[in-house]
């Protein structure tokens, strides 16, 4: 009995220790000599550094396919210092004023698009230059042709011949939203290839001032910052596919605000696409411009070019545009690409509402120029 009761005195706490000595190795199993296990993220990637937000898997799939663009350009200029002053320059201003020859050299990035060698890059980093270079991610140098240019998107195709090149993977802009993360890699200030991070601030921003006419431009905002350099550089997603051509930032003296655009990478590759196939853009014509009607869906005709394609068919200033080949017109910004995507010398049904009458008339579309500003 007495044996009994003692078992019973000193058994209730070996009990509690056995138990509370297995929960403490369950729970710190480095008591028992095991190393933890590290953590998998969300998506399932192992990651030693899981809490640390990276990007570097989206610049080692992108940044092969970005490049160095190097101009230079002839500039004729006087050789005394004083014909640039304007109190002194009609002194110099005769055939007889020695002059002296300089290169002009700029700098921008491009992105390798496919492995044959096409470079989508600006059009402002490459106007006018005498020759082009091309800096490759691997540290080849070679000599780029250009294949033409879009300059209502500030675009521009190069073309260069070498063997095992990297292109860049498409992305889809049609499904950028605002608050993106992206990242910007290009060359700012020619210190070499570069990447810096921000987020989408806007989509189909317009009236940036890189087009002549506000509405034909299309740009995806961001804040990440885009420098002298970066022109031509590649706006990439978190997944190190190409969304954007960097092209142009929202500041007077040339340096990020914080307020930087893009052209989307769907745009761009359409553009390359033409000029690759054709050596320029192609895009339909009618010669109208107009704008918003306040009660009626479409566009209130308010010029229209005298022998263009529209006048040539019956339209009149004050029509009212209400359907392109039974395509409804929501605004002007809509028409446009309507009337950009006719084929020239193609036959376009025009619904138009006039004194109050809706009326149809067809006209053949003619292919617009650089030089005309109506659509």
Known sequence: MYLQRLLQFVGWPITAGVIIALLALLLFPQLRGAQPQPQTPPNGTANPHYGVVSYADAVDRAAPAVVNVYTEKRVVQRNQDLSNSPFFRHLYNNSNTPQQERMQKTLGSGVIVNSSGLIL???????????????????????????????????????IQMENLTPIIQGNSDNVRVGDVVLAIGNPFGVGQS??????????????????????ENFIQTDAAINPGNSGGALIDAYGNLIGINTAVLDESNTSSGISFAVPAKIAMESLHQIAQHGRVIRGWLGIEGGPHPRVKGIVISGVDINGPAHLAGVRPNDILTHINHEEIQDARQCMDLVNKLIPQSKVKLNLIRNGEPIEIEAIAGERSNAQTKT
């Open 121 to 159: 890059t600006n059009n402002h980093v490459i106007n006018g230059a005498d020759k082009i270079f091309v800096l490759l991610y691997d540290g080849r140098v070679t000599n780029a042709e250009l294949i033409g240019m879009d300059s209502d998107n500030d675009l521009a195709v190069l073309k």
């Open 195 to 216: 990447v810096s991070q921000g987020i989408v601030s806007a989509t189909g921003r317009w009236n940036v001032g890189v087009s002549e006419v506000a509405y034909r």
